[in-house]
């Protein structure tokens, strides 16, 4: 399944604060583990920790409007290094018994893409792929897709950088790719 969205979530200023507290602090506590893959410091893994919690943030908003249940809020705990190596791989949120994975990406990139590790497996129920911008100074998010894991594994790339450990499902094949549904619909 490949569904577009079309939903844009504002963090409230509290929610904001909230988001760039846990931010600041988890960049603090995951530096060293950080620093090891990003050697760009630690402006580089606080907007991705941001990034990332925004969209969280702007699905589980997304889900309490949109379906009946009641979503597992976004976590804001800080974990230790032990802590984390054991959670890398739980869902982002839940709903119902179903994992949900959160995947975001900042929206003026030259090559959009939602980036994986290549041993991280795929075994959340569904993914939502999200832009973030940040220009505003707030951080609009915007959903962009729902997709499942068929979906992820049929559109991931090698990165266009050449990181050979990662992949990346890109912005621009997922457009196509819809415009490609509406204009055999319109047939």
Known sequence: ??????ATYQPSGAE?????TF?????QLRARIYNIRHPAGDLKIMRDILRGK??????????????????????????????????????DLTLGGNRIGVKSCHADDPYPSWVYQKSDPLDDDVYFFCTVDENDG???VKLAWLVTPDVVLSYQKPLRNKAPSKVA?????LLAHSEREVQSESK
Do not use: C
Request: aromatic share 8%.
């Open 1 to 6: 399944m490949l569904k577009t969205l079309d």
């Open 16 to 20: 904001r604060r909230l988001i760039d």
């Open 23 to 27: 931010a600041a602090n988890a960049t």
């Open 54 to 91: 925004l969209a969280e943030f702007a699905v589980y908003h997304w889900l309490l409007e949109s379906t009946e249940g009641d979503p597992s809020p976004p976590d804001i705990k800080l974990y230790t290094d032990k802590e984390i190596a054991k959670l890398r791989h739980s869902a």
């Open 138 to 140: 707030n951080g609009l």
């Open 169 to 173: 499902v890109y912005h621009s094949d």
